[in-house]
C-alpha cells in the first residue's frame, strides 16, 4: 500500500506559477511509477504527465509541454509538479497517483493503483 498527500495548490492569476508536491508514505516509493492528472468541474479525469522510478523517463501531455516539469526526489519520497506560464484551462484539481511497472506515460487513469485527495489549482484571468 502506498499512501500519497498534495500539497502546494492555490490561487494564481494567468501567467503565473505554482509547484505542486506529493509525498508518498507506505512503501519505498522508488518500486512505482508516479504521475499528476488534472480533474476540472464536468470534465473527465486528465493525465498530465508521468515519471519512471527512477525520474530518467518522463512524458508531459502536449498541452502543458514547455511549461510544466515533472521530477522526483526518491530519498524524500516526494515527486514535484512545476507549473510555469499558467493558464485558466489549467483550473483543476490535481492529483497523485502511483503504480507499480514502467509505463509512466499511461494516459488511463485506471491503470493507476494508488491516489492522493487532490489539490485545487486555481488560475484567474
Known amino acids: 500500500q502506498v499512501q500519497l498527500v498534495e500539497s502546494g495548490g492555490g490561487l494564481v492569476q494567468v501567467g503565473g506559477s505554482l509547484r505542486l508536491s506529493c509525498e508518498a508514505s507506505g512503501r519505498t516509493v522508488s518500486d512505482y511509477r508516479m504521475s499528476w492528472f488534472r480533474q476540472a468541474p464536468g470534465k473527465e479525469r486528465e493525465f498530465v504527465g508521468g515519471?519512471?522510478?527512477?525520474?530518467?523517463?518522463?512524458y508531459l501531455t502536449e498541452s502543458v509541454r514547455g511549461r510544466f516539469t515533472i521530477s522526483r526526489d526518491n530519498a524524500k519520497n516526494t515527486v514535484a509538479l512545476q507549473m510555469n506560464s499558467l493558464e485558466p484551462e489549467d483550473t483543476a484539481v490535481y492529483y497523485c497517483?502511483?503504480?507499480?511497472?514502467?509505463?509512466?506515460?499511461?494516459?488511463?487513469?485506471?491503470?493507476?493503483?494508488?491516489w492522493g485527495q487532490g489539490t485545487q489549482v486555481t488560475v484567474s484571468s
Open positions: 497517483a502511483a503504480a507499480p511497472g514502467a509505463a509512466f506515460w499511461n494516459s488511463n487513469w485506471a491503470q493507476w493503483d494508488y
Open positions: 515519471i519512471n522510478w527512477s525520474g530518467s523517463g518522463t
